[in-house]
């Protein structure tokens, strides 16, 4: 952490990525989080622009969580999931607001995981969880460093367990991962972390 980290005393999002596979996974991983949540989780996840997407409704039916495509300068809340619609990069803006824009692609991509991790890392600094789960590619990789070199944690699926291995690998690649777990074992960590010093 650096010496002018501002002081915290807990965890205030949590940014998950995914890509091939990503459904199955984050039905397990969201489905093993309680409703009561203390805080707000965004996600991208990549899908075909050129449908329009169920995954919101899908993924609303396997956890106790609140899922929602997130919507552009909408405030997160906690115990909710904020999904990038297709086609759209979800970041955090001023404020702490979500902000949606079709800027460019990255790494082929969009949304893109890089730059939703860079913008929480940008908001939350040492209060941010990065998250990267089976997908194919890199995406992720850059954006886990932004959140490590702002204090945050970042926790990747042991690309053992990963229906594809691309984006855990690269991200654990970095060097800058806090716990490589297996899928089943994420969602405790999660609720290990946001928990602690709350009470």
């Known amino acids: 952490m650096q010496p002018d980290a501002p002081p915290y005393d807990h965890f205030e999002v949590v940014a998950l990525a995914s890509s091939a596979g990503g459904i199955n996974a984050l039905g397990t991983l969201l489905g093993a989080l309680d409703a009561d949540l203390p805080v707000p989780v965004l996600l991208v996840q990549h899908l075909d622009p050129r449908h329009r997407t ?3 409704e899908v993924l609303d039916r396997r956890t106790p969580l609140s899922v929602k495509l997130a919507e552009d300068k909408e405030r997160p809340r906690p115990g909710t999931v904020y999904i990038a619609p297709p086609d759209r990069h979800l970041l955090v803006g001023p404020a702490g607001r979500l902000a ?3 800027t460019e692609l990255v790494h082929f991509v969009r949304p893109s995981a890089d730059l939703l ?3 929480v890392a940008g908001a939350y ?3 941010a969880i990065a998250c990267v789960l089976t997908g194919t590619g890199k995406d992720g ?3 886990v460093d932004a959140v490590k070199s ?3 944690t970042v926790i990747v ?3 053992a367990t990963a229906e594809f291995k691309g984006m855990p690998d690269a991200a654990v690649g970095t060097g800058t991962v806090d716990f490589v777990l297996p899928l089943e074992e994420i969602a405790a960590v999660i609720r290990g972390l ?3 010093k709350r009470q």
């Open 141 to 143: 990789s850059m954006g």
């Open 194 to 196: 946001v928990e602690t």
């Open 157 to 159: 699926q042991d690309p």
């Open 117 to 119: 991790f860079e913008s």
């Open 125 to 127: 600094g040492p209060r």
């Open 100 to 102: 949606l824009t079709d």
């Open 54 to 56: 169920v995954i919101a």
């Open 150 to 152: 702002r204090g945050g």
